[in-house]
């Protein structure tokens, strides 16, 4: 397995293939190298596999003809290789790449459809001045193309050029491409769940090899892209031979799998098996082991005396296969040592950003992260692992081709459809059990177009996916080269080469393939039965336990619980400015939607969940601007600087509500301190952070002691007041009625506030003020409105429901997921303040302190709730006009503040 990019149309540049080899130096640990000639340049990164002394790439025929970079293995290339000696064909090597490179330069580009393997390569003719792109019959091996400007034969601008890797991050480091998100298959994964479409990839103008494809570029910079093989129209041509379906059918089928397994583990290197106790999965386990215990030469050689085994489990969870695997264990015992992993929600968001960078696209859920742990851990013991891969899609593992088939059959009589129908009611079940449910328990439907931007729903309005609903093989052969499949290949070959191992899937041996698809319909699925050929050619390998499952669960993660616990980290995430402004997602939509699912009051799944965080992460990683270094890791502030972008002192201004004050100087001093608990005593709490103000005070150096000397305040966030006297609350607790979710769609939620545009906030403004008042309010607030009056809602509801606050991305954990009324007599919260202090700070600063004031405040307003200080509360609004103490995320919810002179 390896790396490959390059070029063509542009004059050498060995900088720029150096360039794109470093950023896949994970898919080829073991050598680099690279190859130009004329406008071409090719390049490789090597995972040696086979005839690891050998081998090396970029390779040449000894004419100097050819020249291949090639990612892969052609598991029959032996057999390839007594083909060509006859034919003249001479031998350097031991590798499979020098076997298809010879017989590229025997049999051109029909060499492809020979190859039993996988594959992306590359292929340079140097006599006729063509470069060759191909990937395999299933498309196991990525390859991706994009176009650019380039230069002509003659050196002269005006031409196109074309790159290629093994990856997106290649290209995206090339220079050649300008980034755009391709928005059509935004819409389409949004919509559709779909990831994998066609030759179009989430970046617009960079396409894929589909699968069995090729494309060549010729000397004249014509591109001619065609499929080399018709595997897909000849198992539709054997789905019509119906063979019969009998013992004799089952064991050639075993023979054949068993061969399939067999040719892939031919290795230099340690093989492994990713088990996850599924029926797919334990099947290759259970070859390898009998392999093992017949003493296979190629088996001994690549796995030892032991088979490694790696598997997710997930301890007391619904997902969790853990017995199954155990079983499986248990039957190759002797001859295997099982490797367990057990990933987690809090290492599932620490790894989140390097997983989402790993695919490169989005996908339609988390379940390939068990896959990536998996590979994580398996690295350290193997360099190449099989798996189950590619059975599900050829032998209809998954449920809904139980209703395909049963509309198939009834379609052939309703009596035969009705028989089968009753044998498989179980299974159909656990389809519609949780849609069921839903219903049952009145939960809402919502639609996921709710969910988008309402003009990038109009863009794309007319976009439909369908697939074929009523022909069971023409349904399998659609998912193994389109809708299925080649998403789970891409996140096999991610996952693997991100930690340097080959992954090789023997059920996509394409003669295993076309045999199953010879057979009778009833070899896939029979009386309630699917995988019914692979059942019953692994009885006697497998315990019932696995050959005879009806709950399929897969190779994923306990995604729904996972998001529960993450659900502040998630919900943080469609709060954020950035996921805000995209024109691909309602924010006001989606909060409701996810609070609404935290809650149980509606059937979205976590699936639709997952596109959008997924989606957003991708964004962030590979279109946003990256933060500098110093915003990442800024330097904590001492008590004497003001926050990013703010000033210590401020000229009250009249317009804010200085009045005579206006003109007149304060200096500001925002105090960083801990996050604040309901269990913390407010009081003692903080005037620690004011004995350390004043302890420092003498050493802070520069103008400090001067700007000191006059009257000063106190001012504290009534935030941190609400949350200790227990008036804050997790948005998970509150129980929200109906008047609250259809009043809080009328509120416009700012960056700086949600205020009451959230269900949470607005319910407790109803528990505060009551329902009559709310409604009266709110009607008055609408009439407001139209004659141009702002905030007569807050003047007619009373109280301090304007200080009622709800979560905002800003604020650190818990405050970015709770709701806060406001504190409970700010006055008298002011006044014990202000007592204490008089008691506690030092006595040069005891007869000049004027009181405490607890304010609400934000970069779009401010809001005085209580004090004890002399004068009106507008002057002290002023002295906060351009917030000091910052939007939250500083942990300055407090500051001393000095009158000048």
Not at 322 to 329: I, K, P, S, T
Not at 770 to 797: D, M, Q, T, W
Request: charged share 25%.
């Amino acid at each position: 397995m390896c790396g490959i990019a390059g070029y063509h149309g542009l004059t050498a540049d060995d900088a720029l293939l150096r360039r794109m080899n470093d950023c896949q130096v994970h898919r080829g640990p073991d050598g680099d190298g690279i190859f130009t000639d004329g406008l071409v340049g090719l390049a490789h990164r090597r995972l040696s596999i086979i005839d690891r002394a050998h081998g090396q790439q970029p390779m040449t025929t000894r004419d100097g003809r050819y020249t291949i970079v090639y990612n892969g293995e052609v598991y029959n290339y032996l057999d390839l290789r007594a083909e060509l000696e006859p034919l003249g064909h001479t031998f350097e090597t031991d590798s499979d790449t020098e076997v298809v490179l010879q017989a590229f330069a025997a049999w051109g580009a029909d060499a492809f459809d020979r190859f039993n393997g996988m594959f992306g390569l590359a292929i340079w003719d140097a006599q006729e001045r063509s470069l060759t792109l191909a990937r395999d019959h299933f498309g196991i091996k990525p390859l991706y193309v994009c176009r650019s400007a380039g230069s002509g034969a003659d050196g002269n601008e005006g031409s196109v050029a074309w790159a290629f890797a093994s990856e997106i991050k290649p290209l995206l480091a090339s220079g050649l491409y300008e980034k755009r998100p391709n928005d059509r298959t935004i819409y389409r994964y949004l919509r559709f769940r779909i990831h994998e479409d066609g030759r179009e990839t989430f970046f617009d103008g960079i396409e894929r090899l589909e699968p069995g494809e090729m494309m060549t570029i010729a000397a004249d910079g014509s591109v001619a892209r065609r499929r080399f093989t018709r595997l897909r129209e000849e198992l539709l041509e054997l789905a019509q031979e119906q063979r019969p379906y009998d013992e004799a059918a089952v064991r050639e089928y075993r023979e054949r799998l068993t061969e399939a397994v067999r040719l892939r583990l031919q290795s230099e290197v340690p093989v492994g098996t990713s088990l996850s106790g599924g029926l797919d999965s334990s099947a290759v386990a259970v070859i390898i082991n009998r392999l093992l215990g017949e003493h296979d030469e190629t088996a001994e050689g690549s796995v030892g005396q032991q088979q490694n085994t790696f598997s997710a489990v997930f301890p007391n969870s619904i997902n969790d296969e853990e017995r199954y695997v155990d079983d499986v264990l248990e039957i190759c015992r002797g001859h295997v040592s099982g490797h367990k992993i057990k990933p987690t929600a809090s290492e599932f968001k620490e790894d989140l950003v390097d997983f989402v960078r790993t695919q490169e696209e989005p996908l339609i859920s988390s379940g390939p992260y068990a896959q990536y742990q998996v590979m994580r851990e398996a690295t350290k013991h193997v360099t190449v692992l099989l798996d189950g891969q590619g059975a599900d899609e050829m032998m209809a593992g998954y449920i809904p081709y139980y209703f395909v088939y049963l509309r198939q059959l009834r379609a052939q009589g309703a009596v035969t459809a009705a028989r089968e129908l009753s044998k498989s009611l179980d299974v159909l079940y656990r389809l519609g059990r949780f849609k069921l449910k839903a219903r049952l328990r009145g939960r809402k439907d919502v639609p996921t177009t709710q969910l988008l931007g309402q003009g990038f729903v109009a863009d794309y309005k007319g976009e439909r996916y369908a697939v074929e609903g009523s022909n069971l093989k023409k349904r399998l052969v659609e998912d193994l080269f389109v809708g299925s499949l080649p998403s789970l290949l891409r996140y096999e070959d991610k996952n693997t080469m991100r930690f340097s191992l080959e992954g090789r899937v023997p059920f996509l041996d394409k003669e295993v393939v076309k045999f199953i698809f010879s057979l009778s319909d009833e070899a896939i699925i029979k009386d309630g039965w699917n995988k019914r050929i692979l059942r019953d050619a692994t009885r006697d390998l497998l315990p019932d336990s696995i050959n005879r499952r009806r709950n399929k669960i897969g190779f994923t993660t306990p995604q729904g619980e996972w998001f529960m616990r993450l659900k502040n980290h998630f919900y943080g995430i469609f709060l954020s400015e950035s996921f805000a402004t995209r024109p691909y997602f309602n924010q006001t939509e989606v909060l409701h939607a996810f609070e609404g699912w935290i809650k149980g009051t509606n059937d979205v799944d976590s699936m639709t969940f997952w596109r959008l965080i997924n989606l957003e992460l991708w964004l962030q990683e590979y279109f946003d601007e990256k933060p500098s270094e110093a915003d990442v890791a800024p330097r904590v502030k001492t008590d004497y600087e003001p926050n990013a972008r703010k000033e210590l002192d401020l000229v009250l201004d009249a317009a804010e509500g200085a009045g005579a004050d206006a003109g007149s100087t304060v200096r500001r001093y925002p105090l960083r301190t801990e996050l604040y608990a309901r269990e913390d005593d407010l009081e003692e709490k903080t005037l620690g952070y004011l004995e350390r103000f004043f302890a420092g005070l003498p050493s802070a150096g520069g103008d400090h002691d001067v700007a000191t000397k006059g009257r000063w305040y106190f001012f504290i966030s009534e935030k941190i007041v609400a949350i200790t006297q227990g008036r804050s609350y997790f948005i998970w607790d509150i129980k929200v009625s109906r008047p609250a979710r259809i009043l809080s769609r009328y509120v416009t939620r700012t960056p700086a506030g949600i205020g009451l545009g959230s269900p949470f906030t607005m319910q407790l403004a109803i528990e505060e003020a009551g329902l009559p008042r709310v409604l009266y309010a709110s009607a008055g607030g609408a009439i407001g409105k139209l004659v141009g009056r702002r905030g007569l809602f807050y003047e007619l509801v009373g109280g301090d429901i304007r200080a009622i606050d709800g979560p905002t991305e800003y604020s650190v954990y818990p405050a970015n997921v709770s709701a806060k009324l406001a504190p409970k007599d700010p006055d008298a919260v002011a006044a014990r303040l202000s007592a204490l202090i008089r008691e506690r700070v030092p006595a040069a600063w005891r007869d000049t302190f004027a009181g405490t004031v607890v304010m609400d405040a934000n970069d779009i307003g401010r809001n005085v709730l209580g004090t004890d200080a002399p004068g009106p509360t507008e002057r002290y609004e002023a002295m906060f006009a351009d917030n000091p103490l910052g939007q939250g995320s500083e942990q300055t919810p407090m500051a001393v503040v000095f009158e000048q002179s």
